[in-house]
């Protein structure tokens, strides 16, 4: 019942002279940096793969409420449950801007969401971990947000302009969850021994599953090599893990913490840290539908769903009624009010 591979028809990716005179010069417009609008002609593969993504990506960032979400009663204090509350409100807001973007490629809001529902579209695994203690929610905005926005910051300069815009904003929300997830892990670990223990502990969880965000290694990426060749994706899943992993090695350091990892290590000669190998069986395991919380959260999603559709109903009932009004001339629209409520987008 969960996600397959989407076909995007993508088998191979070809050269400048094997394309098509209409591809060619599409492809050069992408070569030269010219933003793709959604009014401007385009391979459909291209489109298939960016409602693939984009799609995948809105998912995840309404999914990606979840794990968090659960800690918004148990906050330590007041100020915590005010900042977690709006966190987790941004996500709702990346996933919403996300859902416009890939609905400018022809797809309903409506079959994402059935999509999604159904297990049909995947979701980052990451999502798929539980939250169990208060020190989890500091993983989280350190490692997964970090993460996101070391994905995320290149698209900001993708090919296709929705999407490219909307990351912008995104990322930098993004920025502040890092930071704020760093500092409940900088308080933590200057705290108790207790404290400190249970930071340690959420590192130990959280470090792997946050390596596998960045997709399968390269050899095995079925997209990468043509969502670079079309400025979809601008570095590959390893250059980008590489990066996490050598930015986010430091900050482990400044906090006290060690990486659950006995192979990471600093290479002068690469500059660059190794370290040691993903169990990518787990990773196809989650992905596949078998992780720890992956039916939790789909039940979660489809609950919340199918009690928002007395909300639907009232906003298109009084979408009707004002049109209808409107039509019998009873009621004008409101200057600088707008005239349609955009029951689509709830
Ligand atoms: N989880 O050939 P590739 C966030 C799938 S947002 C699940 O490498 P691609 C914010 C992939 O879809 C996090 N599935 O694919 C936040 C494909 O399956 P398909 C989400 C994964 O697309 C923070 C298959 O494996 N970010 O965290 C994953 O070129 C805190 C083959 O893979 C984005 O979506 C995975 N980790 O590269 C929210 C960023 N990795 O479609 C709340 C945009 C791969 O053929 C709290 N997306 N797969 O069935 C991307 O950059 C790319 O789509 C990748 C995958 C890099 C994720």
Redesign the pocket.
């Known amino acids: 019942m969960y996600?397959?591979?989407?076909d995007?028809g993508v088998s191979k990716v070809r050269s400048l002279d094997e394309l098509e005179p209409t591809e060619r010069a599409f492809q050069e417009k992408v070569d030269t940096g010219t933003r793709i609008e959604p009014k401007d002609w385009m391979p459909e593969k291209y489109r298939k793969t960016l409602i693939?993504?984009i799609s995948?990506?809105a998912h995840?960032?309404i999914v990606?409420?979840l794990?968090?979400a659960n800690w918004i009663t148990r906050a330590p204090t007041l100020k915590r449950k005010m900042i977690l509350l709006s966190k987790v409100q941004d996500?709702a807001g990346?996933g919403l801007y996300l859902y416009c973007a890939a609905e400018t490629l022809g797809i309903s809001r409506e079959q994402m969401i059935a999509d999604l529902l159904s297990g049909k579209a995947?979701?980052?695994?990451?999502?798929n971990y539980p939250t169990l203690t208060w020190a989890d929610i500091g993983a989280?905005?350190w490692l997964?947000?970090g993460?996101?926005i070391i994905?995320?910051i290149p698209?900001c300069r993708s090919s296709y302009g929705p999407y490219a815009r909307a990351m912008v904003r995104i990322c930098k929300e993004?920025s502040f969850?890092q930071r704020q997830g760093f500092e409940i892990l900088c308080r933590l670990v200057k705290g108790t021994p207790q404290q400190k223990a249970m930071a340690q502990d959420a590192l130990n969880r959280w470090w792997w599953p946050a390596l596998?965000?960045?997709?399968?290694p390269d050899a095995e990426?079925?997209?990468?090599a043509q969502?670079k060749q079309w400025r979809i994706?601008l570095f590959t899943?390893d250059e980008?893990r590489q990066r996490f992993v050598d930015q986010t090695a430091p900050q482990a350091d400044y906090l006290g913490l060690k990486i659950p990892d006995p192979e990471l290590e600093w290479n002068p000669d690469r500059g660059s840290y190794d370290f040691g190998q993903i169990d990518w069986a787990e990773?196809y395991d989650?992905?596949k539908g078998n992780g720890p919380c992956n039916r939790e959260r789909l039940q979660a999603r489809i609950k919340a769903h199918e009690e928002g559709v007395w909300v639907r109903d009232a906003a298109l009932a009084y979408d009707e009624k004002k049109r209808n009004a409107e039509n019998a001339g009873i009621r004008k629209s409101v200057p600088g009010v707008p005239g349609d409520l955009g029951v689509n987008q709830l």
């Open positions: 996600a397959q591979m989407v995007t693939r993504q995948q990506h995840s960032e990606g409420q794990p968090e996500e990346h995947k979701y980052s695994s990451i999502f989280i905005g997964v947000d993460a996101a994905n995320q698209i993004e969850h596998m965000m960045f997709g399968p990426s079925p997209h990468t969502s994706k899943n980008l990773f989650v992905i």
